[in-house]
């Protein structure tokens, strides 16, 4: 009989292991072991159905609410969950993995309710029915070795691979930019493989088994590569494990000179590509050259920094623009030098505060001047296009050009992650949601990506799944003015107030602001009539030019001080301001969204004009467009 949720509440055995949902924990004999809240979760849902398949949809409908969150999150939920049971290696004792399909319990749930009348004749019963399983138990084993067995006699399917970061084995730890921008081009050339999902693994993910990596990932297998310089001669190797039982299923070694480095990665690709989907005669990369040797390192030290720019060092950004330039100088005909370059000017006022007119006139001028030097690069080119027309408030060339680079035959997790930034500019928040767990799935340890993630839950109203994300974003190294409003909200949805606050003062000095208004809007959420003082208190701020605008806006519709939002809204709405207005469609600033001069705040973004153009309507404080 399946236990139901109240049964299992109350606490069971799930074999050697006592779970306690109630306090949280799983305990065996004196040890005792605290999940996350999900990941307890998941074996809810899994104990729920006492032995049953449960499949992803299922684990999705049960703890996410039905929302698309992608495979990471019901992996690392598993993989967690298994290292707490002592459950990681094969087979395994507690939770069974079926490929594509799902999860099972192979131990039986077993309540922890006194016995009551008529047990006897259940234990009677029951012990039959074990015997019957134990003859099921049996039967599964044979069918499983035959399985295998015509398994082994054929290569392992493989539709998606996770590359990590490659080892130094160079005495010399300057040789790290080589190691580094080899990985980072690999991924790239693998990208052109078709009908093969290839991710970007940022993490080396020390002392977890490759199955663990690999269902993190949701990945069939993980590439681990090393190199090693001596002088100018590069020697390479790689395994590929499969993802189930961590067997190597391709390696090899190739040896060459630093001037030969792109071709070498193509090598690589080219075996990787052979061995685990078959010859081919398709080129990985056709229009493609290798530059020239005094062009070579500067390009890739340029690429290592620009790959690297968020991580509490924005300077990164201009020293990899320099890099780069000195790369077109030394070879005029490189187009994957001038598209990099482009890509750093559009980022320029976002990361350094750079004039953005200028610098995205200057992205503009510079991916043209590539696109003549190698029209390879048209088409990833229209994510630089994009986003340029994207902050000139232009929608719809904007998603034009965004369209053309998220189905481009190579693409990067940047021009995903910009049309999801887009889309959500102009209310569309579930295809929004679509585009950046596009961009989370190619690269799932990115911090900008993740917070992306969380930043559009938030204005889904999924606090929960926002949460998650802001913390894993926070472990990623992300930089707290990407997600302090949005996690503000969160905190105040939930009733954290102080945390709010404390977050808000971290974030606004380290942005070099005035907190003095922050206390004052603190008193006003816990007593109404403080209202006043609060509003005072940010009229100074925002006079001083001492406070975020959006931020003060925020703090106003909270406060309801409605009108006094949509006069900043408004203000903010010049077409010389270039900011991005996506927290306009979060369900705090619905009073916002329902003032009269909300349309005109629209038009003034340009926002009606693209719902016109496509067709949108706006209904019920959500928009409807056409598919």
């Known amino acids: 009989m399946v236990p139901t949720k109240e049964e299992l509440n109350k606490?069971?055995?799930?074999?050697?292991?006592?779970?306690?949902?109630a306090k949280g924990i799983l305990r065996r004999g004196d040890r005792e072991e605290k999940p996350e809240p999900m990941v307890l979760k998941v074996l809810l849902a899994l104990a729920s159905r006492d032995g049953d398949l449960v499949t992803r949809d299922e684990l999705i409908d049960d703890i996410w609410d039905g929302r698309p969150?992608?495979?990471?999150?019901?992996?690392?939920?598993?993989?967690?969950?298994?290292?707490?049971?002592?459950?990681?290696?094969?087979?395994?004792?507690?939770?069974?993995?079926l490929t594509r399909r799902g999860y099972r319990l192979n131990l039986e749930v077993r309540l922890n309710e006194p016995a009551?009348?008529?047990?006897?004749?259940?234990?009677?019963?029951?012990?039959?029915?074990?015997?019957?399983?134990?003859?099921?138990?049996?039967?599964?084993?044979?069918?499983?070795?035959?399985?295998?067995?015509?398994?082994?006699?054929?290569?392992?399917?493989?539709?998606?691979?996770a590359v990590l970061p490659f080892e130094n084995l160079s005495a010399d730890p300057a040789d790290q930019y080589l190691v580094s921008g080899f990985k980072i081009e690999l991924v790239r050339t693998l990208h052109n493989v078709p009908d093969v999902t290839v991710k970007n693994g940022r993490d080396a993910y020390p002392g977890l088994e490759v199955s663990d990596i690999a269902e993190i990932l949701d990945v069939d297998a993980v590439l681990f590569g090393e190199m090693l310089r001596v002088g100018d001669t590069l020697e390479v190797s790689y395994h590929v494990d499969h993802g189930i039982d961590g067997e190597i299923i391709s390696s090899g070694e190739i040896k060459g000179q630093i001037e030969d480095f792109f071709a070498m990665q193509e090598k690589l690709a080219v075996m990787v590509r052979d061995d685990l989907f078959g010859e081919s005669p398709q080129q990985l990369i056709s229009a493609r050259r290798n530059p020239n040797s005094a062009a070579f390192e500067p390009y890739m030290r340029g690429l290592v920094l620009f790959e690297h720019r968020g991580r509490g060092r924005p300077e990164n950004l201009d020293i990899a623009i320099e890099l780069f330039e000195q790369s077109i100088q030394l070879d005029p005909g490189f187009g994957p030098a001038y598209l990099s370059l482009a890509t750093a000017y559009a980022l320029l006022p976002d990361y350094r505060g750079a004039p953005l007119v200028e610098t995205h006139e200057r992205a503009i001028e510079v991916v043209e001047r590539g696109i003549?030097?190698?029209?390879?690069?048209?088409?990833?080119?229209?994510?630089?296009?994009?986003?340029?027309?994207?902050?000139?408030?232009?929608?719809?060339?904007?998603?034009?050009?965004?369209?053309?680079?998220?189905?481009?035959?190579?693409?990067?997790?940047?021009?995903?992650?910009w049309y999801s930034l887009m889309l959500a500019g102009v209310g569309r928040l579930d295809d929004a949601l679509e585009q950046i767990l596009e961009a989370q799935k190619i690269d799932p340890s990115s911090p900008v990506i993740n917070v992306r993630v969380a930043v559009i839950y938030t204005y889904l109203g999924e606090?929960?799944?926002?949460?998650?994300?802001?913390?894993?974003?926070?472990?990623?190294?992300?930089?707290?003015?990407t997600y302090l409003i949005s996690e503000v909200m969160v905190l105040i949805r939930e009733g954290r107030a102080e945390e709010a606050v404390s977050l808000v003062g971290a974030g606004v000095s380290a942005l070099g602001g005035a907190t003095a208004w922050i206390g004052p809007v603190y008193e006003a959420i816990q007593d109404p009539s403080m209202r006043g003082a609060a509003k005072e208190a940010i009229d100074a701020a925002f006079q001083d030019g001492q406070i975020n605008p959006r931020l003060g806006m925020v703090a106003r519709v909270i406060l309801q001080d409605v009108e006094g939002a949509m006069e900043v809204?408004?203000?903010?709405?010049?077409?010389?301001?270039?900011?991005?207005m996506d927290f306009l469609f979060m369900p705090e600033l619905r009073p916002l969204r329902q003032h009269?001069?909300?349309?005109?705040?629209?038009?003034?973004?340009?926002?009606?004009?693209?719902?016109?153009?496509?067709?949108?309507?706006?209904?019920?404080?959500?928009?409807?467009?056409p598919d």
């Not at 606490?11 to 949902?21: A, D, I, M, S, T």
């Not at 399983?133 to 015509?150: D, H, Y």
């Not at 719809?396 to 990067?412: L, M, N």
């Not at 705040?601 to 706006?618: F, I, P, S, T």
Request: with cysteine.
């Open 11 to 21: 606490g069971f055995k799930l074999g050697e292991w006592e779970v306690l949902p």
């Open 69 to 97: 969150i992608g495979d990471e999150p019901i992996n690392r939920c598993v993989a967690l969950l298994r290292a707490h049971l002592g459950d990681k290696e094969r087979p395994h004792q507690y939770i069974e993995t």
């Open 116 to 161: 009551s009348p008529g047990a006897e004749q259940r234990q009677l019963a029951e012990k039959v029915s074990n015997q019957g399983r134990l003859w099921m138990v049996v039967a599964a084993i044979v069918v499983t070795i035959l399985i295998a067995i015509f398994i082994s006699a054929g290569p392992p399917v493989v539709r998606s691979i």
């Open 372 to 417: 003549q030097a190698d029209s390879s690069i048209s088409d990833a080119a229209g994510a630089v296009y994009g986003f340029v027309y994207h902050k000139q408030k232009k929608w719809v060339q904007a998603e034009e050009a965004y369209i053309r680079a998220t189905t481009a035959r190579v693409v990067d997790s940047n021009a995903f992650n």
């Open 463 to 481: 606090s929960e799944k926002a949460s998650d994300f802001y913390q894993r974003s926070k472990q990623l190294g992300a930089s707290i003015e």
């Open 569 to 580: 809204a408004l203000s903010l709405a010049d077409p010389d301001d270039f900011s991005e």
């Open 596 to 625: 009269a001069d909300f349309p005109v705040l629209m038009d003034k973004l340009g926002v009606q004009d693209y719902w016109d153009e496509n067709g949108c309507v706006w209904l019920d404080d959500s928009v409807d467009c």
